[in-house]
């Protein structure tokens, strides 16, 4: 069984800055792409970022272009999110998850494997 870590969050002002991890079980992390969802109290969970199981790829939605950033070591089974620029409605509780693919993916029913969630929490 598959198991996500997420870690990182936290209670940070606006305009300051958080890096998430997702820590993953399991053998060849490199052979599947990874995502980072988010969602907030009383919203649909909605698309963050995707990265290719190379890390070659990555996809973002456009609210978090040129703050957040996501990466992968595949040495240690790891994707991170970092976000700079933190705005109260980046408040959301934000989920890490596998897809059984290697190839970006923005929708979550494309993902099999959720991790438990890490909330941010951004004061204005």
């Known amino acids: 069984q598959v198991q996500l870590v997420e870690s990182g969050g936290g209670l940070v002002q606006a305009g300051g800055s958080l890096r998430l991890s997702c820590a993953a079980s399991?053998?060849?992390?490199?052979?599947?792409?990874m995502g980072w969802f988010r969602q907030a109290p009383g919203k649909e969970r909605e698309f963050v970022a995707s990265i290719s199981g190379s890390g070659a790829g990555t996809s973002y939605t456009s609210s978090v272009k040129g703050r957040f950033t996501i990466s992968r070591d595949n040495a240690k089974n790891t994707v991170y999110l970092q976000m700079m620029s933190l705005r109260p409605e980046d408040t959301a509780v934000y989920y890490c998850?596998?897809?059984?693919?290697?190839?970006?993916?923005?929708?979550?029913?494309?993902?099999?494997?959720w991790g438990q969630g890490t909330q941010v929490t951004i004061s204005s």
């Open positions: 399991g053998r060849t992390f490199n052979n599947y792409a």
């Open positions: 998850a596998r897809r059984e693919s290697y190839i970006v993916s923005m929708y979550p029913g494309e993902y099999k494997y």
